[in-house]
Structure formats: structure tokens, C-alpha cells
């Protein structure tokens, strides 16, 4: 992990390869950030746009808490 940046930086330099959910980008996110690493990058390749940042910037945060479905 202490060379990430790296890896990342090869895999995005790769023209047709987006690297979505937990497998992809090597990390545990829940199932919903999983999903949404997907939804966007559908969404980035019907635009044409080729830019990365946006999914790995999904879930990035350094906490995260899922609510109980008693406080929805």
C-alpha cells in the first residue's frame, strides 16, 4: 500500500480501464460505495470522459459511518 499512488497511476493510465468496487480498487467499501464506483464510471464512459478522480475519490474519506435504519 505504501506505493499505491504508483499502481494507481498505471492502472489510469490504462485508455479503457476503470476500476470499480472493492476488487477493483483495493479497498473494503460496503456494497453501496461498491455499486457507486460502477454507476459512475458508466456514467464517466457515456460521456466520454476518461478522468479517474471522481472514483477514487468515492469513499476516500478517512471515517465513515453507516446509519442504523432506526435514525433513516
Known sequence: Y???Q???E???SVPNLFC???NGQ???DNMDHSMLTGMVAAR???EG???REVLWAINSE???QEKMSSEV
Open 10 to 12: 498505471i492502472l489510469d
Open 2 to 4: 505504501h506505493e499505491f
Open 6 to 8: 504508483r499502481v494507481r
Open 44 to 46: 464517466l464512459i457515456s
Open 49 to 51: 470522459d476518461s478522468s
Open 20 to 22: 470499480i468496487g472493492r
Open 62 to 64: 478517512q471515517a465513515y
Open 26 to 28: 483495493h479497498r473494503y
